[in-house]
Nanobody, 117 residues
Framework: QAQLVESGGGLVQAGGSLRLSCAAS????????MGWYRQAPGKQRELVAS???????NYADSVKGRFTISRDNAKNTVYLQMHSLKPEDTAVYYC???????????WGQGTQVTVSS
């Protein structure tokens, strides 16, 4: 049974930093594309960053240069290092796993990130 558990969210002032973690179990972690999504109140869920099994990354334009996604396959964990946080980064951040070539995808429960001005 697949399970993704996010942690590391919290309250931070604008310009500050946070590091989110997503611990995965019940999946072939190293084979999965891992992603971070976020959803602000009244907004659609959007892709923030993704990382393929080989390490190739993709970022939303709004976070490029400020956020870094990484993965540690030995720990079955994906991270999102966030710097220079802005109030518009405030959202619930969700971890996602998708296995290329298969319909399977899974989501974590989300972790709240709040950036004060």
């Amino acid at each position: 049974q697949a399970q993704l558990v996010e942690s590391g969210g919290g309250l931070v002032q604008a310009g500050g930093s946070l590091r989110l973690s997503c611990a995965a179990s019940g999946i072939s972690f190293s084979r999965n594309v891992m992603g971070w999504y976020r959803q602000a109140p009244g907004k659609q869920r959007e892709l923030v960053a993704s990382i393929m099994s080989g390490g190739t990354t993709n970022y939303a334009d709004s976070v490029k240069g400020r956020f870094t996604i990484s993965r540690d396959n030995a720990k079955n964990t994906v991270y999102l290092q966030m710097h220079s946080l802005k109030p518009e980064d405030t959202a619930v951040y969700y971890c996602n796993a998708r296995l290329p070539g298969f319909s399977f995808t899974s989501w974590g429960q989300g972790t709240q990130v709040t950036v004060s001005s």
